[in-house]
C-alpha cells in the first residue's frame, strides 16, 4: 500500500468512525461539519509533513484524502438519516479543499521547496 493510499484510508476510518458517533452522539452529530472537516485538514497536513514532497504530490494527496472520505462519509450519513442528499456535492467540496489545504501547510512547514520535476 502506497503512503498515499494510507493516508487516505486513515482520514477514510476517522470520517466513518465520526459518522457512525454521531449517530449515538447528539454532542458529536452537532459538530459534524466541523470534524468532517477538521479530519482530512489534520491528517492532510500528516501527510505533507511526515516527507519532503512536492507540491504537486502534496496537492494530489490532501485533495484525495479530503474527497474520499468526505464522499464516503457522507454517502453513509445520508443512508442513516443524517441529512439530504443535497449535502454531498458541498461537504465533499468543502472537506476536499481542507484537505489540499492541510497538506499545503504540511508541506510548507516542511520547507516547501521540492519542485515537481524533482519528484
Do not use: C, D, H
Not at 52 to 71: H, N
Amino acid at each position: 500500500m502506497t503512503r498515499q493510499r494510507r493516508y487516505v484510508l486513515i482520514a477514510l476510518i476517522l470520517q466513518l468512525a465520526m459518522v457512525l458517533t454521531s449517530q449515538a452522539s447528539s454532542a458529536v452529530a452537532n459538530l459534524s461539519g466541523l470534524f468532517g472537516m477538521g479530519i482530512p485538514l489534520v491528517v492532510g497536513w500528516f501527510y505533507a509533513v511526515r516527507r519532503g514532497l512536492s507540491l504537486k504530490e502534496a496537492s494530489t494527496g490532501g485533495v484525495l484524502i479530503g474527497a474520499v472520505g468526505a464522499a464516503i462519509g457522507l454517502v453513509v450519513a445520508i443512508a442513516l438519516g443524517g441529512g439530504s442528499w443535497s449535502l454531498l456535492p458541498l461537504g465533499t467540496a468543502a472537506s476536499t479543499f481542507t484537505g489540499w489545504l492541510g497538506a499545503f501547510l504540511g508541506w510548507t512547514v516542511k520547507g516547501g521547496r521540492k519542485t515537481g520535476a524533482e519528484g
